[in-house]
């Protein structure tokens, strides 16, 4: 059975989650957060949230554009594009959660 769930994990298509860079039965780490903090960090680590994207997918906005000028506001482009409040680190934090890569979610200021 796991050797069934592997090939359906390897075929499944790519987004732009960062999940692609884990094995199967990887422990996600700081479990001790804050639970908005640790819910900001898992729909940062899915890339699913509450970013113009979604929204407009689930027919919640009208567009899907961010109020930059990006054609898509996607968690992606939240977190580590947008010009206000971009992580300025490798995307592999989210995983490993270095102490910046947790400052920079206590100082965000969206509700993601």
């Not at 994990?9 to 001790?32: M, Q």
């Not at 940062?44 to 979604?54: F, Q, V």
């Not at 934090?93 to 993601?112: A, G, N, Q, S, V």
Request: aromatic share 8%.
């Amino acid at each position: 059975m796991m050797t069934q769930w592997e090939q359906t994990w390897a075929a499944a298509a790519k987004n732009d989650n960062i999940l692609g860079n884990i094995s199967p039965g990887h422990k996600p780490t700081r479990f001790d957060l804050q639970r908005n903090l640790w819910c900001t960090l898992n729909r940062i680590r899915t890339s699913h949230g509450r970013c113009a994207d979604s929204l407009h997918k689930w027919g919640m906005r009208d567009s899907p554009e961010c109020d930059c000028g990006a054609e898509k506001q996607t968690m992606y482009h939240i977190t580590f594009v947008y010009p206000i409040h971009a992580y300025q680190g490798p995307r592999i934090d989210c995983l490993t959660t270095p102490p910046k890569c947790i400052k920079c979610l206590e100082e965000l200021k969206l509700d993601l």
